[in-house]
């Protein structure tokens, strides 16, 4: 099977894919839709980054393509209905930035309870100015972390090793990780709180839900970071809070509109701030991300190519199978309706196959069913399900009857 990844994804992900067997191809920069259609005949998986855009008709003219890599975390680049619709698969790396993250936040911690950015800034203009005043040690000072998912929970443990004392809020159950504790309410984190750190997802619900009333909540000089989502935030708000002292300082990684393309300006109410860290949406920025992320799509690529699973991908029906060890497998995308799975067993059954696993999966219009059974696996067996009129495709993976 031929791989092509554009964009200069990790070198990790070529060794993976070609220690599965897979013949990769590379090239360093984007198609575009007219190099993507002339390019894509006879390619299994595609790999991309953000600068490529999979069309309907780039997917039209890719008539052997399987599945889709996203080496990246947003998947806006391509039309996932339309991938969806044709059956082919796309998968991305929603977690594989998670350290990075939280990494760039313990900084920010530490940076603006020192009052590094102004101290730099002062030393660039030629003035030294040396004094402990409004300097914070970290050590026994109270971080509330406000979404407590995958980067809350690491920020959580990697804090705690630095002696902070860790109180978090979520709108759902989680677990508290170490010795942090749940907090009741926002209201309440907010008044214990030394250093508020948010980590919410973006869910419309929470389009400026920190605001005024939030910031006024938060403890006097206490210091704020911001390295979830834009649009969570007031910026206006948080600049009067900056400017009246009531905040000591502030850190921000995103904002409601950010510059399009490299070199474009930014224009923010944060600009020209004392102690306001404002860096350009590199917060799962690192090296070590993306090679976390290369071998993460990688991985999903060979598993739905050689196993059929589904897991995580980002349009079709999100299948948990384990990964295939032994017996055959076929893994059946159907369109959605009512009954597909009691016939696929009749049918099953009518071939004498001994089904020895099933999981299944819908989301949409779609459903998706591996059903694991004792090798090998006759052509009859397959023939039997694919002339059903609910098929989208249907593909056999391990030993198979001669
Ligand atoms: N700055 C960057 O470069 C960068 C990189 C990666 C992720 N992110 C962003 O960081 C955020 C967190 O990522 P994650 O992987 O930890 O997400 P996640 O989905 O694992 O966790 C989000 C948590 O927030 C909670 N939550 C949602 N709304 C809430 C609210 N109003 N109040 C309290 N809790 C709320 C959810 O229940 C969940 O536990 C996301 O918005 C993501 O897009 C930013």
Redesign the pocket.
Known sequence: MKVLLLENIHPVAVSLLEQHGFEVELQAGAMSEDELVAALPGVALLGIRSNTTITPRVLDAADDLLAIGCFC?GTNQVDLPAAAERGVAVFNA??S??R??VE?VIGEIIALGRRLPEKTQRMHEGIWDKSAKGSHEVRGRTLGI????????QLSNVAEGLGLRVIF????D?LAHGNARRMTS?DALLAEADVVSL?????P??AG?FGDEQFRRMKPRSMFIN???GMVVDDVALREHILSGHLAGAAL??FPVEPKKQGDEFTSVLRGLDNVILTP?????TQEAQEEIGWFVAGKLAGFAHEGRTELSVNLPAVQAPPLVEGSRIGYLHHNVPGVLAEVNARLAEQGVNVTGQYLATRGEHGYVVTDVAAPLSADATAALATSPHTMWLRAFGPREQ
């Not at 980590?199 to 869910?203: A, E, K, L, P």
């Open positions: 975390i929603p977690y930035n998670t990075s993250v760039l406000v979404g407590y998912g995958n980067i809350g929970t809020y979520d709108t759902a989680r926002l980590h919410v997802d973006g869910r619900g929470n839900f390295a979830s989502r990684d995103v949406h590199v917060g799962g920025s």
